[in-house]
C-alpha cells in the first residue's frame, strides 16, 4: 500500500492527469495481492452504474444554459441593485450572485465563471482594482459547491451512502454564513481604501431599482424555489430535480427571456459532455483507488490511528481540517471526496460526530482548497477572466482565504450550523 501512496505522488508530481494516475497507482497493490487487474474495469464501471450520478451532466447542462440564457445576468442585476448603493457594493453584489446562483449550478468554477466574466470588467470601471476584483470572483464561486445543490455533496453522499437531500439541507446555512461574511468583508475593505464608486444613497430610487431588477429575475429566482421545493416536497428526487433545472432553464432561455438560440444548443451540449465526461472519469477510477483502500482495510487503521492518538472529537476535527487543507491545496475535489471519505468518514463515526454534519465539514474545506495554489480551480478561472498572472492574485485573496478559515472552524466546532434544517 505504501507503493501505491508513492506512485501516487510521483505521478501527481509529474503531472499526470488526476484521473490516469488513480486508476495506474493501484496496480502495485493489485499485483502485490494477487488480484486480477480485471477488477480496475469492474470496479470503475460499477462505480458509474449509478442513477444518483446523473445529476452531475444535468447540473452541468444547466450552469451553461443559465449563462448562455440571460438568467446569470439578471441575477447581476438584481444583486447590484440590492447592495450597490454601499461602498463596496457591487464587490458584494459579486457574492450575493454567486449566493443566487449556487442555488442551481451545483458547481463552483460555473459560478465563478457565470458571474466574473460580467462583473470583473465592470468592478474595473467603478475603481476596483483587477486583482483585487478577480479575487472577489474566485472566493465566491466556492459558495456554488455548498449552498445546494451541490456537485461534490451528490459525490459524498454516494460514496458514504448518505442522503443527498439532508446534505444539502445543511449547506445551507453554512453556505449563508461564508456568503455574508465575504460581503462584510468586502465592504469594510472598500470603505477603508477608497474602491468602488456607490451609488446616492436614495431609499425610493433604491426601492424603485429593486422591484425592477426583482420583476426581471423573478423567473430565475423560482428555480431554486422549484427545484429545491421538489426534493423537500417529495415531489422528485435529487436527480430528478437536475433534471427539472436543466428543462427549466432551457425552456426559460429559449422562450421567456429569448436569449439563447436554438444554433447555440449544439455547444452548450458538447460543453456539458466534455465536462461531466472529466468529472465522471475522475469517479471512475477514484473509485478503483477507494477499492485497494477498502481491499487493504484502510478505514479501519485510519479510525484506529486516530483514536490512539485522541480521544477528543474536537482534535479529531482540527487534525482532519488541517489534513483536508492540504490535500485540497494539490488534489482536485471530487476524486479527493471519493478517496478520502470512506477512510475519514467511519472514524467520524467513532467519535461520536453526526454523519451529515462531518459530511458538510469536508465539501466545505475541500471548497477551500478551489482557491488555494498550485492547483485551485477557481484561481485558474479568475486568471482567464482578468488575464492577470495567479501571483498579482494572491495578495489580496489573504484576506479573503482567512475568512473562509474562519467561517470552516465555526462550521466545525457548531454543529447546530449545518444540522439545524436538517432536524
Request: glycine content about 8%; hydrophobic content about 60%.
Amino acid at each position: 500500500m505504501i507503493g501505491t501512496a508513492i506512485a501516487l505522488i510521483v505521478m501527481f508530481a509529474a503531472a499526470v492527469p488526476i484521473a490516469f494516475a488513480l486508476g495506474m497507482a493501484p496496480l502495485i497493490a493489485l499485483d502485490a495481492q494477487r488480484i486480477p487487474l480485471i477488477v480496475i474495469a469492474q470496479a470503475a464501471l460499477e462505480s458509474l452504474d449509478s442513477f444518483t450520478l446523473l445529476a452531475i451532466p444535468f447540473y452541468v447542462m444547466a450552469g451553461r444554459i443559465m449563462l448562455a440564457g440571460g438568467m446569470a445576468t439578471r441575477l447581476v442585476g438584481l444583486a447590484a441593485a440590492l447592495v450597490g448603493w454601499v461602498r463596496g457594493g457591487l464587490g458584494a453584489a459579486g457574492v450575493l450572485t454567486a449566493m443566487f446562483f449556487a442555488t442551481i449550478s451545483g458547481s463552483s468554477s460555473a459560478t465563478a465563471a457565470a458571474i466574473g466574466s460580467i462583473l470583473v470588467p465592470e468592478m474595473t470601471k467603478r475603481n476596483y482594482p483587477k486583482p483585487y476584483a478577480a479575487a472577489i470572483i474566485a472566493s465566491s464561486g466556492e459558495i456554488g459547491v455548498i449552498i445546494p445543490p451541490s456537485i461534490p455533496m451528490v459525490i459524498y453522499a454516494v460514496t458514504v451512502s448518505e442522503s443527498i437531500g439532508s446534505l444539502f439541507l445543511a449547506g445551507i446555512l453554512p453556505g449563508l454564513l461564508i456568503g455574508f461574511s465575504m460581503m462584510a468583508l468586502i465592504i469594510v475593505q472598500s470603505t477603508m481604501r477608497g474602491y468602488g464608486d456607490p451609488t446616492r444613497f436614495v431609499p425610493r430610487e433604491i426601492a424603485r431599482d429593486v422591484w425592477a431588477a426583482t420583476k426581471r429575475a423573478t423567473l430565475s429566482l423560482l428555480m431554486p424555489i422549484i427545484v429545491l421545493g421538489g426534493i423537500y416536497g417529495g415531489i422528485f428526487t435529487a436527480t430528478e430535480a437536475a433534471v427539472v433545472a436543466a428543462v427549466y432553464a432551457l425552456i426559460l432561455g429559449l422562450f421567456v427571456y429569448k436569449e439563447l438560440k436554438w444554433r447555440d444548443l449544439p455547444e452548450i451540449l458538447a460543453g456539458s459532455a466534455k465536462t461531466s465526461a472529466i468529472v465522471l472519469i475522475i469517479v471512475a477510477f477514484a473509485s478503483v483507488f477507494a477499492y485497494v483502500l477498502t481491499t487493504y482495510q484502510a478505514p479501519q487503521a485510519v479510525a484506529a490511528w486516530l483514536t490512539a492518538i485522541t480521544a477528543s472529537p474536537l482534535i479529531f476535527l482540527l487534525l482532519v481540517n488541517g489534513f483536508l487543507f492540504i490535500v485540497g491545496m494539490f488534489m482536485e475535489t471530487l476524486a479527493a471526496i471519493i478517496i478520502l471519505a470512506p477512510v475519514l468518514a467511519p472514524a467520524a463515526i467513532a467519535f461520536g460526530i453526526d454523519p451529515i454534519h462531518f459530511g458538510t465539514i469536508v465539501v466545505v474545506n475541500l471548497a477551500v482548497g478551489m482557491v488555494t495554489p498550485p492547483v485551485g480551480v477557481n484561481l485558474f478561472v479568475a486568471c482567464s477572466i482578468s488575464k492577470l498572472r495567479m501571483e498579482q492574485l494572491m495578495p489580496p485573496l489573504l484576506p479573503f482565504l482567512a475568512t473562509l478559515v474562519i467561517c470552516l472552524l465555526i462550521i466545525t466546532y457548531v454543529p447546530a450550523l449545518s444540522l439545524a434544517l436538517v432536524r
